[in-house]
């Protein structure tokens, strides 16, 4: 090799790399140059979607451009995860990614990957999911649950987010461990569980925090949270824990990407939305909710899910969940 032709090698390498640093430069410097879409993948008016909204709320003003939400309920939540398979890395499609994203993988084919197809950009937050009767329900704690559905087998129902959703896989780890059958009515998202659970259509529903104004106003009750400790607007009710059921089940969630999304559009992302969950308004929705922010960066986000994917795997096969391969 002539002494002018490595010259030449090298001359190329270098504008390569300089041309690669430019590109950085220049995804930082325009994004976002539109709106950002972000996916829930639930129905408005639930606990995910009124934090969701609030947080895009305040990234928008950090970005520069709306934060647009767009709900896709059903599938127990992972319709925004396969619609990232097909959107551009670009950064302007994105979706909360919730726990059924890591567990389906295992019980169906499905799509996605979620060790390898998503760009994990924060994780947010979980949920203090708990079982809530009518104020006019009979039932008082789990264990009067578990008395009367031994007399009456699967006539119980309750209602639930979907099949294989955390909320489904955890009642039915309940149920098997008290020896008992219950009917799961699965909906679109939390507001209609609430909604049917007021109006008499199931006799169990499992919520998150959105229930919390109908216990304020005495219109339904509590029987046991799935959080590790009592929740503060709630201090009379237990944790699983607390009845002798060694669990938790906060069904914690973030936001994603397609996956190879570059590093300059991850950032100002991850950076606008923990701007706006440390915001103050932020912490006192979280409060109202009796929810709690558990903020991860992207890396610590990316190392979690391939924790919970792993988690998921057990899980099914602790409860023997039927797969449908």
Request: charged share 20%; glycine share 8%.
């Amino acid at each position: 090799m002539t002494t002018s032709t490595t010259r030449r090698r090298l001359l190329r390498c270098s504008l390569g790399a300089s041309a690669l640093l430019a590109s950085g430069a220049s995804w930082s410097a325009r994004f976002p140059e539109r709106p950002v879409t972000l996916i829930v993948p639930f129905a408005a008016g639930g606990a995910t979607d009124n934090l969701v909204r609030h947080l895009a709320a305040h990234a928008s003003r950090a970005l520069g451009q709306p934060v647009i939400i767009e709900n896709k309920p059903g599938a127990a939540g992972i319709l925004g995860a396969n619609q990232l398979l097909r959107a551009a890395p670009d950064g302007y499609t994105l979706s909360i990614l919730p726990e059924p994203v890591f567990r389906l993988p295992h019980l169906q084919k499905t799509a996605f990957d979620p060790r390898k197809d998503f760009t994990y950009v924060i994780h947010l937050s979980g949920y203090a999911l708990g079982i809530a009767v009518a104020a006019n329900s009979p039932f008082t704690d789990w264990a009067s649950v578990v008395t009367e559905a031994r007399k009456r087998p699967g006539q119980i129902s309750y209602g639930t987010t979907g099949v294989n959703s955390t909320m489904h896989v955890t009642v039915e780890e309940m149920a098997q461990r008290a020896g008992i059958t219950l009917n799961h009515v699965p909906y679109k998202g939390e507001a209609e569980i609430i909604s049917a659970l007021l109006g008499g259509h199931v006799e169990l529903g499992v919520t998150a925090g959105s229930i919390a104004p109908m216990v304020a106003d005495g219109k339904a009750r509590v029987l046991v949270v799935w959080t590790a400790r009592r929740v503060p607007g709630w201090p009379n009710v237990p944790t699983l824990r607390e009845i002798g059921l060694d669990m938790v089940a906060n069904s914690p969630f973030g936001i994603a990407g397609p996956k190879g999304l570059p590093p300059a559009v991850v950032k100002p992302l991850h950076d606008a939305f923990h701007d706006a969950l440390e915001a103050p308004s932020t912490r006192a929705l979280l409060e109202r909710l009796n929810q709690e922010s558990a903020y991860l960066d992207s890396e610590a986000y990316a190392a979690f899910a391939r924790e919970r994917y792993e988690a998921a795997r057990q899980q099914v096969l602790r409860l023997n969940l039927k797969t449908n391969f």
